[in-house]
């Protein structure tokens, strides 16, 4: 009797066999530090401290859908960049993205650890790229459009949730 | 001291078994500070061990939760509101479905997922009981319900991540035919009903959501063209599988009345089994989709398999699709086109005679007053046809009027959005078997319906207050070229002239 | 079964013989009822009703495989209670509602002006003196491993493998400090009260096996699993005896 297996099983291994296996990953694609490293050429600044509280909660609240978890945001800045690195939940765990913003643009933003089980094409640059140039408008949306993934809709939109906080925070910093 | 001395005893006598008893009964300092080393050093111990382990740090994955075993439980949900212009359909609402998923992380490269379905689901009961007496003995079942309730295992699998671009998935998968199935839950679509190619007259092999149990690789590849996402899996596959009817029925026959039972075991394709596969042969389903910039994607897919059992002759379906997302100056359109072959139907129907024997038996049986009572076991293929093509593309157009931000609509709501939706969409089936006959092993009369096509247009309007909840508005109009809708779908209850149906609904798709 | 058909002397012997296999036999049993019998009744006079077990292979036996963890305690100097127990951080008696679990247990705490820090081997919680959270430092803010927590003056110190570090209250960077440090007033562990061991293993985890209940099972045998039959059997035992026992001594050769 033939294996009915068979032609099943040699594909499945064909194709295994030729698909390149970059070394095992997990779901941290970046460090931390080495995005500020990227961020500011090496040279890191010292972290400070932005408050949220009172009026700046209310605004931080609207952006997220929810109260912002703590008190206080650090963040880096150096001359006219201001690195954060912000959490949010997509589905059902937080995301953490590190966004770099200059003069009130978003500079970079990297998708630095990725915990849900689907919606991860979010964390390539082909996707975050669309961030590169945003600035806030009318105080609360992005100005450009980011086009969404299907099967990836509420990371998507966790991640459109932080760049207009790290955007709102930036003018904040940027002002004081 | 008596007290103490009898407390003592009996306790002496009982824990003859080494027992740690709460710190707090320990009532001397010295015990105190020993508790507090002792656990000092089982700190310093423990660092030890991992300093001493090349070096490497635990838990150096950037945060104390990544790689945390958690689980969610979450859902989704719809309902429909409508009102046609049927004879035979009244205006009703429609509990669609809902379904409970459940989504658990194991680490950062173990997951296992369920998606439970409860659809047209009220209530279904079971009655069992034997009672004996003076009369004799009896032993009784019965099943209640709500008509059409049905409870399905949707999704059950694991996954074992390789690395990002190779997962090895195992378990009921949903199959990658067409962009519909994969992503086929009710919050994610605008419009109140599933589309013709995937559910209401599937060229699909099985309706959606239709899962298969197997095992295989999936994975996103990082290119210059964009990114690649890639399914392949073996599969028990789809397999003519029968349904078990049984019918009671009283007709007037002159001055008495003819009692009739029947039993039937109708035939059709059916979504692969979970136990024992019917035949031994695995399909083979894949996906391949390329995204080469957000708001563009385009993928093509294919399944083929035997769908004969064991008993009849081997015959294999095969399926393609290409399917797409593209999005231009804030419209998106999304689209499908399915083709599925059922091979040699007619050989099938032969095979499946020499099998089956007879169609049809009746037996009367009469009584010494006159009363008769028929009983009637009939098997019987159907749902099969040689071929079927169809498409659906919809056409959206989400936008936010600045103004509705401090009504009702927009209020509290971070990214709301209304999204007019357009949806066209046809199914083309080629040589369907209408009628099946045979005797004696040998089919007897065969008939066929060269082919027939049935469209559907749809305006919809879809309120989103977050990406993932949706309220729709939708007017449908269902039309067909034969002299009936009948048969053409599995959901329109045509009578013998309508030839095309205009409905209006309105729904919810919620979840969480 | 007594035959009465047998002669006197062989019925005598049988419930003699009788009498002490029985004995013999349930003695383990009946010392055991005794003592936990009487344990029971006593628990009270020596303080212990509230005790409670946490033996793991008594626990696994119970079922509560997972069994509470320890649950470690600090004061601060102004004597604020922070516990923590199964990732959770506990202020006194409350929960801390933080949005991330602390997974390893708390090594140290430490007050300042307005809030307290709390560490563990790869983070540091800055909380409210009411429990809101201000900010949380992870291993990417943290110049190393902490073994040890501890403040001097108006500065906060760690001890990690790769030296000590101090910063402000700030708590945004840290510089590294000479390693031997004799004034840091390093944060050490509190045993934590049975009041609040008790709320805290109570309302969060059900428990451990409280001592009362873990008698209670060894003295009608349900510690078994098998329901109280060994307590039954016991009890019949005591019965038959009884009864043995006072037919031997009414046949007493007089």
Redesign the interface.
């Known amino acids: 009797m033939s294996y ?2 068979g ?3 040699l ?2 291994v064909l ?2 066999l030729s ?10 694609y970046k ?2 530090q080495v995005f500020l490293r990227e961020s500011f050429a090496g040279d890191i600044p010292e972290p400070a401290a932005l408050w949220i509280v009172g009026e700046k909660k209310a605004v931080a609240a ?4 929810h109260p912002p978890a703590a008190l206080r945001e650090r963040y880096w800045k150096q001359g006219s960049r201001v690195a954060w690195i912000l959490e949010e939940v997509g ?4 995301i ?1 993205v590190g966004i770099l913003v200059d003069n009130n643009v978003i500079r970079k933003l990297d998708v ?2 990725y ?1 849900e ?1 689907r919606g ?2 979010v964390r ?4 975050t790229n ?1 961030f590169k140039g945003a600035e806030l408008e ?1 105080g609360k949306t992005l100005n450009q ?7 990836a ?2 990371s ?2 966790a991640l ?2 932080l760049a207009r906080l790290a955007l709102y925070y930036s003018q904040l910093v940027n002002d004081s | 001291m008596i ?2 001395t ?2 003592v ?6 824990l ?1 078994t ?8 320990r009532n001397s300092d010295e015990q ?1 500070w020993q ?2 080393e002792e ?2 050093k089982r ?1 310093e111990t423990l ?1 030890d061990s991992m ?1 001493a382990s090349d070096g490497v ?1 635990v ?10 075993r ?1 689980f ?1 439980i ?1 859902g989704y949900g719809s309902i429909r509101a409508e009102s046609n212009n049927l004879d035979a359909d009244q205006d009703t609402f429609t509990f669609r479905r809902f379904v409970l998923t459940g ?1 658990g ?1 194991i680490n ?2 173990l ?1 296992a ?1 369920f998606e439970l379905e409860f659809e047209r689901f009220g209530a279904i009961e079971l009655e069992k009981g034997a009672s004996a007496g003076s009369d004799g003995f009896s032993a009784g079942q019965a099943i209640e319900g709500t008509n059409g309730s049905e409870i399905s295992m949707e999704q059950a699998w694991a ?1 074992y991540r ?5 997962n090895l998935d195992m378990g009921a998968l949903l199959v990658p035919l067409g ?1 519909f199935n ?2 086929h839950d009710d919050n ?1 679509w605008n419009l109140t009903r599933r589309t013709l190619v995937d559910r209401g007259a599937p060229v699909l092999p099985n309706k959606a959501a239709w899962p298969e149990l197997g095992l ?2 999936s ?4 290119t210059r063209a ?2 690649v ?1 890639y399914r ?1 899996y ?1 599969v028990n596959g789809v397999n003519l599988d029968f349904e078990f009817e049984g019918e009671v029925a009283a007709e007037p026959a002159g001055n008495s009345t003819i009692g009739v039972t029947k039993f039937e075991a109708g035939f059709a394709p059916s979504r692969g089994g979970f136990s024992n596969d019917l035949n ?3 399909a ?1 389903t894949g996906r391949l989709g390329l ?5 563009q ?1 385009f993928a093509v897919s294919g399944y083929y398999g035997r769908y004969t059992p064991d008993f009849m002759d081997s015959e294999s379906v095969w399926s393609v699709a290409v399917d797409g ?1 593209h ?1 231009f100056g ?1 419209f998106e359109f999304e689209y499908e086109v399915v083709h599925t072959d059922w091979g040699n139907i007619d050989d099938v129907a032969a095979s499946f005679a020499r099998a089956a024997v007879d169609k049809e038996v009746e037996a009367k049986i009469s009584a010494e007053g006159g009363e008769t009572t028929e009983v009637v076991s009939e098997i019987t293929l159907g749902g099969l046809a040689e071929s079927r093509t169809g498409y659906w593309i919809e056409a959206r157009y989400p936008f936010w009027p ?1 103004a509705l931000d401090n009504t009702f609509l927009g209020r509290g ?3 709301p959005s209304l999204e007019p939706t357009v949806r066209m969409e046809q199914v083309v089936v080629r040589n369907r078997i209408t009628g099946i006959e045979f005797s004696n092993r040998q089919i007897t009369n065969l008939e066929k319906e060269k082919s027939s096509i049935v469209n559907r247009v749809t305006l919809g309007l879809a309120y989103r207050p ?3 909840w949706v309220i729709s508005f939708a007017t449908e109009y269902t039309w067909t070229d034969e002299q009936t809708l009948a048969g053409l779908t599995n959901f329109i209850p045509a009578g013998e002239d309508e030839d095309s149906v205009l409905a209006f609904s309105t729904g919810v798709a919620y979840t969480f | 079964m007594i035959s009465f058909t047998r002669s006197r002397q062989t019925r005598r012997k049988f419930l003699r013989l009788s009498h002490r296999y029985i004995g013999v036999v349930s003695a383990v049993f009946l ?2 009822i ?10 009270k ?2 303080g ?1 009703e509230d ?5 793991p292979p ?1 626990l696994r036996w119970y079922g509560l495989s997972n069994g509470p963890q ?1 649950i ?1 305690s600090f004061n601060t100097d102004s004597g604020v209670l922070v516990s923590w127990m199964n990732s959770q951080l506990f202020l006194g008696k409350e929960p801390l509602q933080l949005e ?6 708390l ?1 140290g705490i430490v007050e300042g002006p307005g809030f307290l820090a709390a560490a563990t ?3 540091i919680t800055l909380l409210t003196r009411t429990g809101v959270l201000i900010d949380r430092l ?3 803010n943290l110049p190393g ?1 902490i ?1 040890k927590f501890g403040s001097k003056a108006d500065s906060f110190f760690i001890d990690t ?1 790769n030296g000590q570090f101090r910063t402000t209250s700030s708590f945004l960077s840290w510089t590294q400090a000479p390693s031997v440090n004799e004034q840091v007033a390093w944060s ?2 509190r ?2 009260p ?1 009041a609040v ?1 008790k709320q805290l293993l109570d309302t969060y985890q059900g428990g ?1 096996i409280s ?1 009362q209940q ?2 209670l099972d ?2 009608s045998g349900r510690i078994l699993g098998i329901g109280p039959w060994i307590s039954d059997l016991s009890a019949l035992a005591i019965l038959l005896l009884a009864i043995s026992g006072i037919i031997n001594w009414r046949r007493l050769p007089r």
């Open positions: 009915p297996l032609r099943a099983h594909l499945l194709i295994l698909v390149p296996m970059p070394l095992l990953a997990d779901e941290v460090e931390p609207d952006v997220l859908g589905k059902a765990r937080p953490t630095l650890v915990r089980t991860w094409e390539y640059p082909v996707f669309q009318g459009p980011v086009d969404g993934i299907t099967g809709t509420l998507v939109y459109k949730k | 007290k103490r009898a407390f005893f009996g306790l002496a006598g009982s003859a080494p027992v740690v008893i709460a710190e707090e009964a105190l508790v507090i656990q000092q700190i660092e300093n740090q838990n150096d994955k950037g945060s104390a939760q990544s790689g945390a958690d969610h979450g989504d992380k950062d490269r997951e997922y996954r390789i690395n990002d671009s190779v962009r994969i992503n994610q295989g690789f994975g996103l590849v990082e964009g990114l996402d392949l073996a031994g042969n695995k083979i995204l080469p910039e957000p708001g994607e997302l999005t804030g600045k709501f971070g990214n977050v990406p993932d | 010392i055991l005794a003592a936990t019998g009487t344990a029971i009744n006593h628990l006079d020596v212990m005790s409670v077990l946490t033996w008594l320890e470690v991330q679990i602390v997974d390893s247990p090594l081997s790869d983070s992870g291993q990417e491993r073994r493998p050490s562990q045993p934590t049975a061991r451990g001592l873990f008698l060894l003295h």
